[in-house]
């Protein structure tokens, strides 16, 4: 908040803030993870910022009522069917990666994850008894020509404004929803004027080991939801850094804004967590939905002083409070 | 061949070989990747070496007919439910890794990937076209209660043997399936006498992260046929050595035995293909199909004096023929 006051100070522009509780504070709260008011709140705004949620507190309540299911319902009411994670290898900070400082220095790709459809939200899904008692688990990837073009033009339209290098990445050579989609994004770049950006395709198990061998030879990464997820955390990783990294949610009338990172509730009351990820999230935010391109190249050009300066605890950094997935209590947001 | 004869005088054992080919090589001579000969071939065998599959050739083909369909069938047909596919640091490469040698020195893990079920043979499946054009691709993720058993006791056994740790990874806070999964690998060790065995439970985008981050603190990972497929590959290029890296598929009466590499077509006729993959392989063969633990110990222990007296070419290690996934032909040999 503080930063960006500051910039709208600078660069003259105000943005009216409200908050609401999601995740586990809003099941404090509320005994719901999300709201009709809060998700109204976000519908009306121009952009949402996002907190990490979720923590051991709320480990124990059915999965269906755990902080992490209003993260999924505001992508989905807000239709933002197109994430964008940035990862970049901020110089001061080579060190901390577990990788060869000569690996991964320079690293600067972008992970478009499919974000709306999906092994997340396919139907049908769910978990069945026969008669004799076994169980039957079952959740439905699937995705349709135009789910797989709107995403794919995206990556696409980030790609001109980068290196010029696209990189699909699927499971073609087994699943068949997948080979539709290597076959969908070919076809846009060929039929919709995109010949001038570079396009491969390489099968997910490959890529997961491309970006431990060599992080650099990736521009844009786009991938459907799930591995997005996978490979996007992976890739976060290799800067050494998930503290570091903020998304953008996009595709709907609001944007939504994130960390990439989870709450760490083992460092809470210590006065330690690392800001950066948020404050370069509330960067993005501005870039991308406020078209405020300036107030954002300064946020992020301070955060790169900051750490010239010298860096955080190493520990905020490598994401440490990460394990065991998503945690934390969080708040969004409502810019209007 | 040389390696298994070898052993074989000096352990005092004759093991019958017979060979076939599968994959690119069959569909050159016989029009499929996987005859009813060699398929009867393997079933009547005690255990099976597959060689890598697939090339450049045959990528113009339908998926339906392309090599990697015989990697798949053979494993159905034979039952291998059970995918070992040990990850160890040979001390002697550890340069050989993209990560720093004192994060990955001493790295030893051992993923077991559950591999004829899951979202690889789930029904329905297909692509399918709607009045209007509009293409829509689907994959099932199915896990039964049984299928989660059993892989869980292979797990559990194996780290009995091991550290006595098993990670056991899944989405079980977006996929109705893995929550299963997480239940029922958490009764079996519960209720089936392994608690001896210390079990947790993690994010497959959580243990993306956790392999770079610090590949040590896992002992036994398992996991289900696609997220297998992706974190065992990333696991093994934290080695910088996929070159190394044999794997065992088993459940059923035939164990089938694979390098973990493909076949790196671009080194096609160069002499400098890395052989050791294939030979740690025979090794698994004899330990686990033929009682021969003492043979296969001993060629474990040849391979790590070879690395002593000075590394391969670094190339091959890297893995660097497998941008783009399977390839080469391959054939199975059948061992009586
Ligand atoms: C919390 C979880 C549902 C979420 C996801 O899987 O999408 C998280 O891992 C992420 O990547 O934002
Ligand atoms: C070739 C392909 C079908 C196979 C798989 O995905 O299982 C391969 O990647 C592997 O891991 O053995």
Redesign the interface.
């Known amino acids: 908040m503080a930063v960006l006051l500051q910039a709208g100070d600078i660069f003259d522009f105000t943005i009216d803030v409200e908050e609401g509780v999601v995740g586990g504070a809003s099941i404090d709260a509320h005994g719901t993870p999300l709201t009709d008011e809060v998700l109204a709140l976000a519908k009306s705004s121009d952009a949402v910022v996002l907190g990490a949620m979720g923590g051991p507190k709320w480990d124990g309540l059915d ?1 269906s009522i ?1 902080p ?1 299911r209003a993260l ?1 319902a505001l992508r989905q009411e807000l239709g933002l069917f197109a994430n964008l994670r940035p990862v970049k290898l901020f110089a001061p900070l080579a060190q901390a990666s ?3 400082p000569e ?1 991964v220095a320079g690293t600067d790709l972008l992970v478009v994850r499919e974000l709306t459809g999906g ?2 939200f ?1 139907q049908p ?3 069945t008894t026969e008669p004799d ?14 789910e797989i073009e709107r995403i794919a033009r995206v990556a696409f339209d980030a790609a001109r404004r980068r290196r010029g290098r696209v990189t699909s990445v699927d ?11 290597r076959r ?1 994004v070919t076809r846009v770049r060929d039929e919709e004027g995109y010949g001038d950006v570079e396009l491969d395709h ?5 890529c ?7 992080p650099r030879q990736f521009d844009v990464i786009v991938t459907t939801n ?2 997005g ?6 890739a ?3 800067t050494g850094s ?1 503290g570091m990294l903020p998304s953008a949610s996009l595709g709907g009338k609001v944007g939504m804004y994130e960390p990439v990172h989870g709450s760490a509730p083992d460092i809470t009351g210590q006065d330690k967590a690392n800001p950066l990820a948020t404050i370069l999230t509330v960067a993005l935010m501005l870039r991308h939905s406020f078209d405020q391109g300036a107030a954002a190249d300064c946020i992020e050009q301070a955060v790169e002083r900051v750490l010239e300066a010298g860096p955080p605890h190493p520990g905020h950094l ?2 440490e409070g ?5 945690q934390g209590d969080g708040f969004p947001v409502g810019a209007t």
């Open positions: 999965y755990r992490e999924l577990t990788l060869k690996v092994i997340y396919g899904k769910g978990v008692g076994t169980e039957r688990g079952f959740n439905t990837l699937v995705y349709t020509t135009p499971k073609a050579n087994v699943l068949e929803s997948t080979e539709l989609w969908v390489v099968l997910v198990d490959n997961a080991m491309q970006l431990i061998r060599d799930m591995f997820d996978i490979l996007s955390d992976e976060a990783m290799l998930i490598r994401g990460q394990r065991g997935g998503v």
